[in-house]
Each structure stands twice: as C-alpha cells, then as structure tokens.
C-alpha cells in the first residue's frame, strides 16, 4: 500500500469525538433527550414544518415550477390563506392543508421576508 492510501484509510478512520461519546458505557446512561440538548437540535417535527414552510415560499413566489391549483391558495384577510377543509383524516394531515395551518401562525414580519434566507432565519426556533 503506497504512502497516499495509507493517508486516505487514516483520514477515514478518525471518527468524531461525539460517535466514541455515542459508543461508550455513558451513552447507556444517559437519555436521548440531553444528547439532543448538548447538540442543540431542533426536533425532528420543527424541521420537517421549517422545510415544508420554506417550500411553500418558494411556490407563492415562483422561485420552484410546481403547478398549484389556485383553490390550495385561495387568499384570506390579513395575508392568511383559507383553511382547506378536507373530510377524510388522509387528507387532513397532507401538505397543503398542514402548511397552510402552519403558514398561518406565521407573524407578518417573517411572511414578509426578501429572500428565502431570510424566511429560515426568521422561523421561530425550538431546541430541546
């Protein structure tokens, strides 16, 4: 083995001081929720609606080609959209329906931001 893999195979093995931390007899005792805290995480659901809400930014303002039937983003007062009332539970729970409720609770400052960078940085933030 030439001196370049030998360097390559050791690049590859140094791990993170965090995964000997996960491996070790102290990851048994302590509870998910304090690693999640240490990292300062989001939670996983915070995530999924920052991402679902940026995407609808990007639909409203056409900086992403999806086609969207005018009835999803029927507008309301005070720059709400309208509640999509969907009777059966599948539906309920789908994208548009659940990021309109989302979208909603949003404060007029962050639906007002410039730029999708701004948008991200204006969500409300929740760590564990």
Same mark, same amino acid.
């Given at each position: 083995m030439n001196a370049a893999c030998?360097?390559?195979q050791?690049?590859?093995e140094i791990k993170p001081p965090e995964i000997d931390t996960f491996r070790s007899n102290e990851c048994r005792r302590s509870s998910?929720?304090?690693?999640l805290k240490n990292l300062k995480w989001e939670p996983l659901n915070d995530r999924r609606r920052n991402a679902r809400l940026v995407l609808l930014l990007q639909i409203i303002s056409g900086e992403v080609d999806i086609p969207v039937d005018p009835e999803y983003l029927e507008e309301g007062r005070r720059g709400r959209y309208?509640?999509? @009332?969907? +009777?059966?539970?599948?539906?309920?729970?789908?994208y548009y329906p659940e990021t309109i409720r989302d979208w909603n609770t949003l404060s007029? @400052?962050? +639906?007002?931001?410039?730029?999708?960078?701004?948008?991200k940085s204006n969500l409300p933030k929740n760590y564990y």
């Open positions: 030998r360097e390559i050791h690049k590859c998910v929720t304090d690693m309208k509640h999509l @009332d969907y +009777k059966q539970q599948q539906y309920q729970h789908s007029a @400052d962050v +639906k007002a931001s410039k730029s999708v960078v701004a948008f």
